[in-house]
């Protein structure tokens, strides 16, 4: 059993500045590593300030407590996404926002009905399941 969690996070990183990208994965995943209950893992993400607003939606707890960092995906310098997978080699992506500090939007598994690649079964419409994203559900 994990010591529980305290929702008095410090969003300063041990250097005195606010979080980096890998900083904000890496607090994220023990909290998802301690967590037993999604709302508390939200309610502890929220109060250390490492959610976004309005991201609780996209936020999976998953069963499988340990990832491994496949790659850092940095779009600009407002956001960056990591692609990470379980022990089972399921992917799942991690999209942070930097609006003053970063922040968590979404952590999603790879969409079951399309495997990522947003389509139908190679139809020109999106998937029934993600809407088209390739990630997550609907």
Known sequence: MHAPLSPSFSLASPRGHSLDPPEVLALFLE???RSQH????????RESGILAD???AEIYLV???KFEVVEQLAHDECRCTFILKDKMNWPYRMELLK?????VESFQEQCVGCFGEGTDGGHDWGCGVCGGSGWGVL
């Not at 999604?38 to 993400?45: A, P, S, T």
């Not at 609006?99 to 922040?103: A, D, L, P, Q, T």
């Open 31 to 33: 909290l998802h590593r």
């Open 99 to 103: 609006k003053g500090s970063w922040r």
């Open 54 to 56: 309005g991201a609780g």
């Open 38 to 45: 999604r709302i508390y893992l939200l309610y502890v993400m």
């Open 63 to 65: 069963d499988d407590k």
